[in-house]
């Protein structure tokens, strides 16, 4: 079956420093790829969404390409500010789209200290 | 507009009670999914509803969980009786008719058994 992998975390930061959470996928066919976001307090929120092979994502200062040949979704962002700690998770759909059941990573916890 | 609500945002009961989640997705929203993470582990997909009907419910861990939609509006989720592995994070999400439409998830409802 479909499954998402996470890297392990949890990641502290000082602001301002670069990011990368990476993102490596299973899956059967060729599913849309997303990262969404928990703020404390919050319900998840879509952050960024790639549907097809090389296409980027992009939201907030954040980016992820969708690579097929490394089967990879990678989250970066170049300065990361406190307001960005957060939980993350990586997730597919099992259909093109996002109108189907997702399959989610295990998250990551982003913390950003001043 | 108001998002996606659950209720309630806690619960602690005991092994063999019962306990009801409810979810009220975003008006207009066809689609209503619920989620479970348990502590530490990825989000897992329960089940999707189209609106009164169940579109898929091949994550329901067994039938101790039972879900509904009666017309179509707000869900319910009894799980009868709990045990002590049913603890964790229930997430309701919804979405418009059309697939590529995003998922918008609730807060999600912190369920404790002891």
């Known amino acids: 079956g479909n499954s998402v992998t996470q890297m392990e975390g949890p990641v502290t930061l000082s602001e301002e420093a670069f990011l990368t959470i990476n993102c490596t996928y299973t899956a059967t066919g060729y599913p849309s790829l997303f990262w969404y976001v928990q703020y404390p307090g919050e319900g998840l929120q879509l952050l960024l969404k790639a549907t097809k092979a090389d296409d980027k994502g992009s939201n907030k200062g954040f980016e992820a390409t969708y690579r097929k040949e490394t089967t990879s979704f990678h989250l970066e962002k170049g300065s990361v500010q406190v307001s960005d700690s957060a939980v993350y998770f990586c997730?597919?759909?099992?259909?093109?789209?996002?109108?189907?059941?997702?399959?989610f990573g295990k998250g990551i916890t982003l913390s950003v200290r001043p | 507009e108001a998002g996606v609500t659950q209720f309630p945002s806690h619960s602690v009961i005991e092994k063999g009670q019962t306990v009801t989640l409810r979810c009220d997705p975003i008006?207009?929203?066809?689609?209503l999914y619920w989620y479970r993470r348990v502590m530490g582990k990825e989000i897992k997909f329960l089940l999707h509803f189209v609106k009164e009907s169940k579109q898929d419910e091949s994550g329901m861990p067994n039938n101790r969980f039972l879900a509904e939609r009666t017309g179509g509006t707000y869900s319910t989720l009894k799980v009868q009786p709990a045990e002590l592995e049913d603890s964790g994070v229930y997430f309701c999400a919804s979405s418009q008719e059309h697939a590529y439409n995003e998922q918008f998830f609730g807060p999600g409802t912190r369920l404790t058994v002891l």
């Open positions: 008006s207009g929203h066809d689609n």
């Open positions: 997730a597919l759909s099992d259909l093109p789209g996002a109108n189907s059941k997702l399959t």
